[in-house]
């Protein structure tokens, strides 16, 4: 259960296996007993804290889980023998441990004493510890690229982390479905595209970089599937090392600061210029961007993507009362998904950012939008009554049409 829990990369094992507390993993440890299928809520052990508690390392947590365990690896009668000689309370956990971390120079013979020349005894001994000790992790990289992973992690890149280790990636857990075959159909679709062409920037160095795994799940009514994706690179600019591209030195992004440009354009479009994007204030590049992609998809109308932009001018800007807004009467039907996809595919966008590098440069950390301003204009724009005078240069988009 372990082990397959670390290869799919779970978030939780639900147990009431005690054995759960002392293995390795990223996985939480959450009491079946404790499950309430009616609240969905249940009790949660904390495995680091066991160890801090008991003051032990891993390996020295594999013997105490052998010395206190009833499964079996040793005799109970050897067991008990053993509590006698060593342990004042014989069922007291932290005297357990007191004898795990203390130096030992026979340790097979303090345990079991006359019986420590049994290989019946000294096998079962060593299968409990290859037991509580085996860490279920596939080390399948190569030594010379585990300092990326530590670098990754010390960046706190996720996404990329686990790309370069080429475990299982669930994409679908933001699934939208509007009930419409228009934009609920469309999200699973082009935010796939997206987040294939990230992988294929975050695994562009790595020594296996031809597919990734993702499972997914593309309508309300399919189930989750996991498929295996062949991975496209960018022709025209090359990705720097993960080491260059996340350098927090000023000279290193200085220089690459054109090819992180490149690469985000890449991710969003073969046909998108990075001199464009870098006409625009950078607290409006990532909604021109998004724009840009969903126009050349041919999920909006052109009115509907210049509104979008005009509404996030107006909140980058301050250009209406905020505090006084009115509510609309009435919500249009076509309104409401094109708002609703524009804020899914923008959270994507700006993630494109954080890969291709481009994180911590002023770009906003999420959609400027607001949609009340939105649904208050969007009938008069649906009906050509617009105002594109502060958003003209910006809308690159529009030569897509």
Same mark, same amino acid.
């Given at each position: 259960?372990?082990?397959?829990?670390?290869?799919?990369?779970?978030?939780?094992?639900?147990?009431?296996?005690?054995?759960?507390?002392?293995?390795?993993?990223?996985?939480?440890?959450?009491?079946?007993?404790?499950?309430?299928?009616?609240?969905?809520?249940?009790?949660?052990?904390?495995?680091?804290?066991?160890?801090?508690?008991?003051?032990?390392?891993?390996?020295?947590?594999?013997?105490?889980?052998?010395?206190?365990?009833?499964?079996?690896?040793?005799?109970?009668?050897?067991?008990?023998?053993?509590?006698?000689?060593?342990?004042?309370?014989?069922?007291?956990?932290?005297?357990? @441990? +007191?004898?795990?971390?203390?130096?030992?120079?026979?340790?097979? %013979? =303090?345990?079991?004493? *006359?019986?420590?020349?049994?290989? /019946?005894?000294?096998?079962?001994?060593?299968?409990?510890?290859?037991?509580?000790?085996?860490?279920?992790?596939?080390?399948?990289?190569?030594?010379?690229?585990?300092?990326?992973?530590?670098?990754?992690?010390?960046?706190?890149?996720?996404?990329?982390?686990?790309?370069?280790?080429?475990?299982?990636?669930?994409?679908?857990?933001?699934?939208?479905?509007?009930?419409?075959?228009?934009?609920?159909?469309?999200?699973?679709?082009?935010?796939?595209?997206?987040?294939?062409?990230?992988?294929?920037?975050?695994?562009?160095?790595?020594?296996?970089?031809?597919?990734?795994?993702?499972?997914?799940?593309?309508?309300?009514?399919?189930?989750? @599937? +996991?498929?295996?994706?062949?991975?496209?690179?960018?022709?025209? %600019? =090359?990705?720097?090392? *993960?080491?260059?591209?996340?350098? /927090?030195?000023?000279?290193?992004?200085?220089?690459?600061?054109?090819?992180?440009?490149?690469?985000?354009?890449?991710?969003?479009?073969?046909?998108?210029?990075?001199?464009?994007?870098?006409?625009?204030?950078?607290?409006?590049?990532?909604?021109?961007?998004?724009?840009?992609?969903?126009?050349?998809?041919?999920?909006?109308?052109?009115?509907?993507?210049?509104?979008?932009?005009?509404?996030?001018?107006?909140?980058?800007?301050?250009?209406?009362?905020?505090?006084?807004?009115?509510?609309?009467?009435?919500?249009?039907?076509?309104?409401?998904?094109?708002?609703?996809?524009?804020?899914?595919?923008?959270?994507?966008?700006?993630?494109?950012?954080?890969?291709?590098?481009?994180?911590?440069?002023?770009?906003?950390?999420?959609?400027?939008?607001?949609?009340?301003?939105?649904?208050?204009?969007?009938?008069?724009?649906?009906?050509?009554?617009?105002?594109?005078?502060?958003?003209?240069?910006?809308?690159?988009?529009?030569?897509?049409?």
């Amino acid at each position: 259960m372990v082990a397959y829990a670390n290869s799919v990369n779970a978030l939780a094992i639900i147990s009431n296996n005690s054995d759960v507390m002392i293995f390795r993993g990223n996985w939480r440890f959450w009491s079946s007993k404790d499950l309430s299928f009616e609240k969905l809520t249940t009790r949660e052990f904390c495995r680091s804290a066991l160890r801090t508690h008991l003051g032990l390392d891993e390996k020295q947590l594999a013997l105490f889980a052998t010395l206190a365990s009833n499964n079996g690896f040793i005799p109970s009668e050897e067991l008990a023998s053993f509590r006698r000689r060593h342990l004042i309370n014989q069922y007291e956990f932290q005297e357990l @441990a +007191e004898f795990v971390r203390k130096p030992h120079t026979d340790l097979v %013979v =303090e345990i079991f004493g *006359p019986s420590a020349n049994e290989d /019946t005894i000294r096998n079962g001994f060593q299968d409990g510890l290859d037991y509580y000790g085996a860490d279920f992790i596939e080390q399948e990289q190569a030594s010379s690229e585990e300092p990326m992973l530590n670098f990754l992690k010390e960046r706190g890149k996720a996404f990329l982390f686990k790309m370069w280790t080429g475990v299982i990636s669930h994409y679908a857990l933001t699934l939208i479905d509007l009930r419409d075959d228009g934009f609920g159909a469309e999200y699973p679709t082009l935010s796939l595209k997206l987040i294939l062409r990230e992988a294929a920037i975050a695994v562009y160095h790595c020594r296996d970089r031809s597919s990734r795994v993702f499972v997914t799940k593309t309508s309300h009514t399919n189930g989750y @599937a +996991e498929r295996t994706y062949a991975l496209e690179f960018p022709q025209h %600019v =090359e990705p720097p090392t *993960p080491q260059d591209i996340y350098s /927090t030195d000023s000279a290193i992004h200085a220089k690459l600061a054109d090819t992180k440009l490149k690469l985000f354009c890449w991710i969003i479009s073969d046909n998108l210029d990075h001199r464009q994007l870098d006409a625009i204030p950078p607290k409006l590049m990532p909604t021109v961007a998004t724009l840009y992609f969903l126009i050349e998809h041919q999920v909006f109308e052109l009115f509907e993507a210049d509104l979008l932009l005009y509404v996030a001018y107006e909140v980058v800007f301050k250009k209406y009362d905020m505090i006084n807004i009115r509510y609309p009467k009435k919500l249009d039907g076509r309104a409401f998904r094109v708002a609703f996809l524009y804020n899914a595919i923008s959270q994507h966008v700006i993630k494109s950012l954080n890969v291709a590098g481009l994180d911590g440069l002023g770009y906003p950390e999420y959609p400027q939008f607001d949609g009340v301003r939105f649904h208050n204009l969007y009938r008069d724009w649906s009906r050509g009554d617009r105002n594109l005078e502060q958003i003209q240069p910006w809308r690159i988009y529009a030569n897509i049409f």
